[in-house]
């Protein structure tokens, strides 16, 4: 109860002029709660938005669910952007993008039904991202979901299954079309008369009814804008050519000042939007002229960061000079992070005779690039645009050129192109702010290609990176990054990640400077953004980041033609290896990297680094270059690292290494190998946490160290005392007779025959920690102390064999933790308990889930010693089932609305909302019979209470009087 129906409504048209009410329109749109798909399809004017909005309204008077609106752009054609907007419009913007995050959005609304509207779905052209993202929601659609396709032509989607089963409703054309009736009450609501010959084109019918009875639809447009004055005129024509826009936008593209709200009030078919903005119909982008006003609004579009608006614009006028320019820019302000659908589209619309002119070159390899960095083609692309740019006098665009051209040349660690870019950017006879970045930028990519980071940080540190666009400044701020990163200053890499970029990106880059600076973060998903280059590199970190966890990923290819991907590879092989068991092996591929890429070749030298600790344990001549090398921090703690496993293996166990640096920079089998020495000498600490983070892995490699002779003590040292997973999951149910479940199947062990091991087993259930004075007192009471303690010592006993008969004799328990004095279940990862999930669930609003958990009296076994807790249990499971009966009655199921109250009234018979529950419930069923009954209990318990009702309780049984 109480959900926000306004939610995501933020752009639905409010009604102007007169807007006729259409009950037949709103009643076939209502359909939409009991159908997953509704596709409303029609021409421009047929007021597809105008119902929808009607639908979006009349829910609001009587809801059925929630509704959430997106009105599509032409840049919702990228997937991100859409999902952006869809999760914008359901309350759930912080989320990441992505058709499993919107899937997410969508069930959070359940129990309620939740109706997500789509319109001008046509902007999305078929094949692009955005499309593809609808259809991966459409075909994992939640059953509490409803989406509404509005536009000009159905979406190209996966509805065959759908539409056979009968899960879709189709608005076309004559549905949408007026009738003789409507058009004449529409006539009514002006004072005129319709014209005749307009077919129910609703757009068309209300301008003839504006312009005069008799005037076709072009002359009646002509005669609206003959009488506008000349700066209304520019206005409406500066909207048409933006599309949406803010009166500041639509004033700026004008060049006079301008009154929205009044041009909203002349002109039919200029909409106000609940977001600030306006917008006019499409059938005045033919009736106005804007090729006046397209470099102004293009210029609007493209400082709000809608480029593929801006093209569009362009393409549709057949500009290519401007969509040239516009080339340029998308190169310039997204480099790495290209939107190839848009810029695929701007290629496309290309004539061939325009298609060899040097922004579309550029705009050609960028593309390229972003498929496959190693594509040959490329650079013969960029260095035709760039000369061509420079013949031409356009340093700005030539400098975006040698953008493109670095991205590529560092993708493939092609220094001799490196240095020569380098000298080509200094050729260029301009200073602007994106010229500065560009040269600074080529000389830090050349010097870190040369093995050289701090004096690739000396150059970024002069780079204007304020001054520049914004994907620009991401795209020097990442290597920038990089580069704090390869001279051990992973703190300060992760610092600027935080500070500089946007949150997904920033998160990303900081976890992986973080934990190869030794400390032990959680990891986001993948980069939705990342070209091929990317993916290579991100794969070799997390193949070496794997192993620290015992995991093998896919292997990288091992032949590589540069040194610094020549690293990756060695290192992310190696590290495999040693998770194998193949530590020779290791040691002989860091042998064979150095054979071909010596020490002494710095660029090399540089990367190891990345992965010092690999590097130092298996090699000698890295170890002993790095113990007379001065440093960074990360690579200081990694060489630590490296040292203190080494000298562990000679039996020197003085140096204390931090358990999260064991984790980050040693692969798992040397950290337990460490783990284990410590074990020997008496130190736990370190395998416990690594157990703990790890898991099950931690303990299957202990079994196993436990058959070698030197490791064979500290091994066994850990399993007596670090408890293990046990192999399936236990569950313990207790709303109800107690249960005991193994991978979801009851148990019949003979110890549930014992009614102390079911009592002590529910109390540690009941209770977070039990002291063992506590269960004595209150399961023995009448025994002496001694006599007291060996029962519970045995019933534990019992206990321990229920939870884990498998258990081996000597390994610590997992389930039961008996700490000194205090007894204790391990809540959480393989064991869990009906109760624990029911406080969660409740606490959550999961009250579907929570209801269905109660079996019955909970903890029957401990009814007579836990009593007050149990009543409290009772309460809260009474408080869930009024609450899962209101969402219910919202969303139409009154007679699941009614059983739930039933339920409740059953545990508690005088709880006052429950009453009010079962007579709302029984009035939206509309059952005399029931709510001539169910009033009568109302009645009685309120006379056995001795009290009168409460106001919302009275007006309820006055309706009920009434009905029944």
Same mark, same amino acid.
């Given at each position: 109860?109480?959900?926000?129906?306004?939610?995501?409504?933020?752009?639905?048209?409010?009604?102007?002029?007169?807007?006729?009410?259409?009950?037949?329109?709103?009643?076939?749109?209502?359909?939409?709660?009991?159908?997953?798909?509704?596709?409303?399809?029609?021409?421009?004017?047929?007021?597809?938005?105008?119902?929808? @909005?009607?639908?979006?309204?009349?829910?609001?008077?009587?809801?059925?669910?929630?509704?959430?609106?997106?009105?599509?752009?032409?840049?919702?054609?990228?997937?991100?952007?859409?999902?952006?907007?869809?999760?914008?419009?359901?309350?759930?913007?912080?989320?990441?993008?992505?058709?499993?995050?919107?899937?997410?959005?969508?069930?959070?609304?359940? /129990?309620?039904?939740?109706?997500?509207?789509?319109?001008?779905?046509?902007?999305?052209?078929?094949? %692009?991202?955005?499309?593809?993202?609808?259809?991966?929601?459409?075909?994992?659609?939640?059953?509490?979901?409803?989406?509404?396709?509005?536009?000009?032509?159905?979406?190209?989607?996966?509805?065959?299954?759908?539409?056979?089963?009968?899960?879709?409703?189709?608005?076309?054309?004559?549905?949408?079309?007026?009738?003789?009736?409507?058009?004449?009450?529409?006539?009514?609501?002006?004072?005129?008369?319709?014209?005749?010959?307009?077919?129910?084109?609703?757009?068309?019918?209300?301008?003839?009814?504006?312009?005069?009875?008799?005037?076709?639809?072009?002359?009646?447009?002509?005669?609206?804008?003959?009488?506008?004055?000349?700066?209304?005129?520019? @206005?409406?024509?500066?909207?048409?050519?933006?599309?949406?826009?803010?009166?500041?936008?639509?004033?700026?593209?004008?060049?006079?000042?301008?009154?929205?709200?009044?041009?909203?009030?002349?002109?039919?078919?200029?909409?106000?939007?609940?977001?600030?903005?306006?917008?006019?119909?499409?059938?005045?982008?033919?009736?106005?002229?804007?090729?006046?006003?397209?470099?102004?609004?293009?210029?609007?579009?493209?400082?709000?960061?809608?480029?593929?608006?801006?093209?569009?614009?362009?393409?549709?006028?057949?500009?290519?000079?401007?969509?040239?320019?516009?080339?340029?820019?998308?190169?310039?302000?997204?480099?790495?992070?290209?939107?190839?659908?848009?810029?695929?589209?701007?290629?496309?619309?290309?004539?061939?005779?325009?298609?060899?002119?040097?922004?579309?070159?550029?705009?050609?390899?960028?593309?390229?690039?972003?498929?496959?960095?190693?594509?040959?083609?490329?650079?013969?692309?960029?260095?035709?645009?760039?000369?061509?740019?420079?013949?031409?006098?356009?340093?700005?665009?030539?400098?975006?050129?040698?953008?493109?051209?670095?991205?590529?040349?560092?993708?493939?660690?092609?220094?001799?192109?490196?240095?020569?870019?380098?000298?080509?950017?200094?050729?260029?006879?301009?200073?602007?702010?994106?010229?500065?970045?560009?040269?600074?930028?080529?000389?830090?990519?050349?010097?870190?290609?040369?093995?050289?980071?701090?004096?690739?940080?000396?150059?970024?540190?002069?780079?204007?990176?304020?001054?520049?666009?914004?994907?620009?400044?991401?795209?020097?701020?990442?290597?920038?990054?990089?580069?704090?990163?390869?001279?051990?200053?992973?703190?300060?890499?992760?610092?600027?990640?935080?500070?500089?970029?946007?949150?997904?990106?920033?998160?990303?880059?900081?976890?992986?400077?973080?934990?190869?600076?030794?400390?032990?973060?959680?990891?986001?998903?993948?980069?939705?953004?990342?070209?091929?280059?990317?993916?290579?590199?991100?794969?070799?970190?997390?193949?070496?980041?794997?192993?620290?966890?015992?995991?093998?990923?896919?292997?990288?290819?091992?032949? #590589?033609?540069?040194?610094?991907?020549?690293?990756?590879?060695?290192? %992310?092989?190696?590290?495999?290896?040693?998770?194998?068991?193949?530590?020779?092996?290791?040691?002989?591929?860091?042998?064979?990297?150095?054979?071909?890429?010596?020490?002494?070749?710095?660029?090399?030298?540089?990367?190891?680094?990345?992965?010092?600790?690999?590097?130092?344990?298996?090699?000698?001549?890295?170890?002993?270059?790095?113990?007379?090398?001065?440093?960074?921090?990360?690579?200081?703690?990694?060489?630590?690292?490296?040292?203190?496993?080494?000298?562990?293996?000679?039996?020197?166990?003085?140096?204390?290494?931090?358990?999260?640096?064991?984790?980050?920079?040693?692969?798992?089998?040397?950290?337990?190998?460490?783990?284990?020495?410590?074990?020997?000498?008496?130190?736990?600490?370190?395998?416990?946490?690594?157990?703990?983070?790890?898991?099950?892995?931690?303990?299957?490699?202990?079994?196993?160290?436990?058959?070698?002779?030197?490791?064979?003590?500290?091994?066994?040292?850990?399993?007596?005392?670090?408890?293990?997973? /046990?192999?399936?999951?236990?569950?313990?149910?207790?709303?109800?007779?107690?249960?005991?479940?193994?991978?979801?199947?009851?148990?019949?062990?003979?110890?549930?025959?014992?009614?102390?091991?079911?009592?002590?087993?529910?109390?540690?259930?009941?209770?977070?920690?039990?002291?063992?004075?506590?269960?004595?007192?209150?399961?023995?009471?009448?025994?002496?102390?001694?006599?007291?303690?060996?029962?519970?010592?045995?019933?534990?006993?019992?206990?321990?064999?229920?939870?884990?008969?498998?258990? @081996?004799?000597?390994?610590?328990?997992?389930?039961?933790?008996?700490?000194?004095?205090?007894?204790?279940?391990?809540?959480?990862?393989?064991?869990?308990?009906?109760?624990?999930?029911?406080?969660?669930?409740?606490?959550?609003?999961?009250?579907?889930?929570?209801?269905?958990?109660?079996?019955?009296?909970?903890?029957?076994?401990?009814?007579?010693?836990?009593?007050?807790?149990?009543?409290?249990?009772?309460?809260?499971?009474?408080?869930?089932?009024?609450?899962?009966?209101?969402?219910?009655?919202?969303?139409?199921?009154?007679?699941?609305?009614?059983?739930?109250?039933?339920?409740?009234?059953?545990?508690?018979?005088?709880?006052?909302?429950?009453?009010?529950?079962?007579?709302?419930?029984?009035?939206?069923?509309?059952?005399? #019979?029931?709510?001539?009954?169910?009033?009568?209990?109302?009645?009685?318990?309120?006379?056995?209470?001795?009290?009168?009702?409460?106001?919302?309780?009275?007006?309820?049984?006055?309706?009920?009087?009434?009905?029944?």
């Amino acid at each position: 109860m109480g959900e926000d129906n306004t939610a995501g409504l933020r752009a639905v048209p409010r009604p102007l002029d007169v807007e006729l009410p259409r009950p037949r329109l709103v009643d076939r749109l209502r359909c939409r709660w009991s159908r997953p798909i509704t596709l409303v399809t029609a021409g421009a004017g047929f007021g597809k938005t105008t119902a929808l @909005a009607q639908s979006v309204r009349a829910n609001l008077l009587a809801p059925r669910g929630v509704d959430a609106w997106v009105t599509c752009l032409p840049d919702h054609a990228d997937g991100n952007r859409l999902a952006h907007a869809i999760l914008h419009a359901l309350g759930d913007s912080g989320r990441d993008p992505g058709a499993p995050e919107v899937l997410l959005a969508l069930r959070r609304t359940a /129990p309620l039904d939740v109706c997500l509207f789509l319109d001008d779905v046509h902007e999305l052209p078929d094949g %692009s991202p955005g499309a593809a993202l609808l259809a991966d929601v459409v075909r994992a659609l939640p059953g509490t979901a409803h989406l509404v396709f509005s536009g000009r032509c159905a979406p190209a989607l996966p509805l065959a299954r759908r539409e056979a089963a009968g899960d879709v409703v189709a608005v076309r054309t004559g549905d949408l079309a007026f009738t003789d009736a409507e058009t004449a009450a529409l006539a009514r609501s002006f004072g005129r008369r319709p014209a005749d010959d307009l077919c129910g084109w609703p757009a068309l019918i209300r301008l003839s009814l504006t312009a005069g009875r008799s005037a076709s639809w072009r002359y009646a447009a002509e005669e609206v804008l003959s009488n506008l004055s000349g700066p209304m005129r520019t @206005a409406l024509a500066a909207l048409v050519v933006l599309g949406c826009a803010t009166e500041d936008e639509v004033g700026s593209v004008a060049g006079v000042p301008v009154d929205l709200e009044r041009l909203a009030e002349t002109v039919p078919l200029v909409n106000r939007l609940d977001d600030g903005r306006y917008r006019a119909h499409d059938l005045w982008s033919g009736l106005t002229r804007t090729d006046h006003l397209r470099g102004k609004a293009v210029e609007v579009l493209v400082a709000r960061g809608e480029l593929a608006g801006a093209g569009r614009i362009a393409c549709r006028a057949g500009d290519w000079d401007l969509l040239a320019r516009l080339a340029v820019d998308l190169v310039r302000t997204t480099l790495s992070v290209l939107p190839c659908t848009t810029a695929r589209r701007w290629l496309e619309a290309v004539p061939a005779d325009r298609a060899g002119e040097p922004a579309f070159l550029l705009l050609k390899a960028a593309v390229s690039h972003a498929v496959d960095f190693g594509d040959p083609s490329i650079d013969g692309l960029v260095d035709r645009a760039c000369a061509r740019l420079l013949d031409a006098g356009d340093h700005e665009g030539a400098a975006a050129a040698l953008g493109q051209a670095v991205i590529t040349a560092h993708s493939r660690g092609d220094l001799v192109r490196l240095l020569d870019l380098a000298g080509r950017a200094q050729r260029l006879d301009t200073d602007s702010p994106v010229l500065r970045l560009v040269r600074h930028s080529v000389s830090a990519v050349a010097a870190e290609m040369a093995g050289e980071p701090e004096e690739a940080l000396v150059h970024l540190a002069l780079a204007p990176v304020a001054e520049v666009p914004r994907a620009l400044a991401v795209s020097t701020t990442r290597f920038h990054v990089h580069c704090l990163s390869m001279c051990g200053r992973g703190q300060d890499a992760a610092e600027l990640a935080e500070r500089m970029l946007d949150d997904d990106l920033a998160s990303r880059h900081a976890a992986t400077a973080r934990w190869f600076d030794g400390e032990a973060v959680e990891f986001q998903g993948d980069d939705p953004d990342s070209t091929a280059r990317d993916e290579f590199v991100a794969r070799a970190l997390h193949t070496v980041i794997a192993a620290s966890f015992g995991e093998i990923t896919a292997e990288l290819p091992g032949e #590589q033609e540069n040194p610094r991907d020549a690293v990756l590879a060695c290192a %992310s092989h190696a590290a495999v290896a040693v998770v194998r068991g193949e530590e020779e092996l290791a040691r002989d591929l860091y042998k064979r990297h150095l054979a071909r890429w010596p020490v002494d070749v710095k660029v090399a030298e540089r990367h190891l680094r990345r992965f010092l600790t690999l590097g130092y344990v298996l090699n000698d001549e890295l170890r002993d270059r790095w113990d007379n090398t001065d440093l960074g921090t990360s690579h200081r703690r990694a060489l630590a690292a490296g040292r203190a496993f080494l000298r562990a293996r000679r039996g020197d166990l003085r140096p204390t290494l931090p358990e999260e640096h064991a984790l980050c920079f040693l692969p798992l089998p040397w950290s337990l190998e460490l783990a284990c020495r410590h074990a020997a000498a008496g130190r736990t600490k370190l395998g416990a946490w690594l157990a703990d983070r790890v898991g099950p892995a931690v303990h299957r490699r202990l079994r196993d160290l436990a058959q070698d002779p030197d490791l064979a003590a500290g091994a066994a040292k850990l399993l007596a005392t670090v408890p293990a997973p /046990p192999g399936h999951p236990i569950g313990v149910e207790v709303l109800g007779p107690l249960r005991v479940t193994r991978d979801g199947v009851a148990v019949d062990a003979p110890e549930l025959r014992r009614a102390r091991v079911r009592q002590l087993l529910g109390l540690l259930v009941l209770r977070p920690v039990v002291t063992r004075e506590q269960a004595v007192d209150l399961l023995w009471p009448d025994l002496d102390p001694a006599g007291a303690a060996r029962n519970l010592r045995v019933t534990l006993t019992h206990l321990r064999r229920l939870l884990e008969p498998e258990r @081996a004799g000597g390994e610590a328990s997992y389930c039961l933790r008996a700490d000194g004095d205090t007894i204790r279940l391990s809540r959480g990862g393989l064991l869990t308990a009906d109760l624990w999930s029911f406080h969660d669930l409740s606490a959550a609003d999961q009250l579907d889930q929570a209801v269905a958990l109660w079996r019955g009296d909970p903890l029957p076994d401990l009814a007579d010693l836990c009593e007050a807790e149990i009543g409290r249990l009772r309460a809260r499971h009474v408080e869930n089932l009024v609450e899962l009966g209101e969402l219910r009655l919202v969303t139409g199921d009154p007679a699941q609305a009614g059983s739930l109250a039933g339920r409740a009234l059953e545990l508690e018979p005088f709880d006052p909302r429950a009453h009010r529950l079962a007579l709302a419930a029984a009035l939206r069923a509309r059952n005399p #019979q029931r709510t001539t009954e169910v009033r009568a209990r109302v009645l009685a318990s309120l006379r056995e209470l001795c009290v009168r009702p409460d106001p919302a309780t009275e007006i309820l049984l006055r309706q009920t009087a009434v009905s029944s």
